[in-house]
């Protein structure tokens, strides 16, 4: 038995698929890594045409755009992504990336100073919220009204009124970039070309709303749970210490192996068979990430975390026309702190935790943490 759940396990391999029964359907979720490739790829089956309809539970009550890139098909999706796509690349710069370490550096002097912290709400939300400034290009002091929205903002009880409060802020945006457009993300979009026109409001809240949403708690959750798995095996840091070659697959590793978005859907635009299972035209089926990810035909002892593990093609960030566009970003937020604990920190040692489940009626997942309490102890010689 290895040490990351697999839920999916049995089900993967006798039928590869499940159903999740959602509203009024119950959604095939497609669980080897092979069919969920396939499936990605296959966008005139499997269509991603669908607003707000996407992420499973639906969005519909969340938000009344339509995320871009994300919730439309190729030919349009490539037409749209190329807009975004050189903004998205800047986080491979080595300036952006200088501002990510000077971030993580400052936040682990403040961690290091400190008897003890909770890494969810007082580490990882904080990173996420000052290192999505950077990739915004807009002030740091911007991320105190993202942190001030918590961790998990756009669900559970309050998440109408914080969908609606996001709209407006980016409205504000919007407005400000219209009046005085900046080489920022709101300026950019603001004067973007489309088919030989500007993008609607609509449009460009849809280029934003995603930002947030799909950057965030993906982040959060990286973020935790390898600070999480840091703190449960002492020894790893050393390991990573002994090669920082090693960062770049650990990272790839820790994406993998801690999914944070266990499954998106698609719409079927026809009548479909997914593996055994009827799908009716205009209902849905899902494709399943981080079953994809444990896949043991793929991947040699699957459900354990190897540091070095390579190759290792995991569908964390998707795959096909919809391959994550925020990818460069996460992973410089990843390695950065990865290496910036190598320097710094002797030891992460864990004082108390609450583990995060996703509760479904077809599965339930352990999905990072509700809380992770940790102290950071300062490598002895290094820069504290
Ligand atoms: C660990 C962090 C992240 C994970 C695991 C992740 C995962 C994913 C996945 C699986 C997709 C494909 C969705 C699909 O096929 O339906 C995707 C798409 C996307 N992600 Fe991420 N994401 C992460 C971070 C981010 C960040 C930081 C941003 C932006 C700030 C972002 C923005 C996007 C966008 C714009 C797309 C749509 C691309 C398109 O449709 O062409 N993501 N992401």
């Not at 990865?338 to 997942?365: F, M, N, W």
Request: glycine share 8%; aromatic share 8%; proline share 7%.
């Amino acid at each position: 038995m290895g040490e990351i759940p697999d839920p999916f396990r049995e089900k993967r391999r006798t039928d590869g698929v499940v159903g999740l029964p959602s509203d009024d359907e119950v959604i095939p979720m497609i669980l080897r890594h092979e069919d969920v490739r396939k499936a990605a790829k296959d966008w005139k089956t499997f269509s991603s045409d669908a607003p707000r309809r996407v992420p499973i539970p639906s969005e519909e009550h969340l938000r009344t755009v339509r995320q871009l890139p994300l919730e439309i098909d190729p030919p349009e999706q490539t037409e749209y992504r190329k807009l975004v796509e050189p903004f998205f690349l800047r986080a491979k710069q080595p300036a952006f990336i200088a501002q990510v370490e000077n971030l993580t550096d400052r936040m682990l002097t403040e961690a290091l100073g400190r008897e003890s912290l909770e890494a969810v709400g007082e580490f990882a939300l904080p990173l996420q919220s000052r290192a999505l400034t950077i990739l915004l290009g807009v002030p740091e002091s911007e991320a105190e009204r993202f942190i001030g929205w918590g961790v998990h903002v756009f669900h559970g009880e309050h998440g109408v009124q914080q969908g609606a409060a996001l709209e407006h802020y980016l409205n504000e945006q919007f407005d400000r970039a219209a009046a005085n457009p900046g080489d920022d993300f709101y300026g950019v979009l603001t004067t973007a070309n489309f088919r030989g026109r500007p993008l609607t409001r609509e449009e460009l809240l849809g280029f934003a709303n995603i930002m947030f949403a799909g950057g965030r708690d993906t982040i959060i959750h990286s973020v935790a749970c390898a600070l999480g798995y840091l703190a449960e095996h002492p020894e790893a840091l050393e390991f990573l210490r002994a090669d920082p070659d090693r960062i770049v697959h650990a990272s790839e590793e820790f994406f993998r192996a801690y999914m944070p978005l266990t499954h998106i859907g698609r719409v079927c635009p026809v009548d479909t068979n997914v593996h055994g299972m009827q799908v009716q035209a205009g209902d849905r089926a899902t494709l399943c990430w981080a079953s994809a990810n444990l896949d043991e035909e793929v991947f040699d002892a699957a459900d354990e975390v190897r540091l070095d593990r390579k190759p290792n093609p995991h569908v964390s960030f998707g795959f096909g026309a919809h391959l994550c566009l925020g990818a460069p970003h996460a992973r410089t937020v990843l390695r950065t702190l990865l290496a910036g604990l190598c320097r710094r920190v002797e030891r992460i040692s864990l004082l108390s935790k609450q583990d995060r489940i996703e509760h479904t009626p077809a599965y339930d997942r352990q999905l990072g943490y509700e809380s992770l309490h940790v102290r950071m102890m300062p490598l002895t010689g290094g820069a504290v």
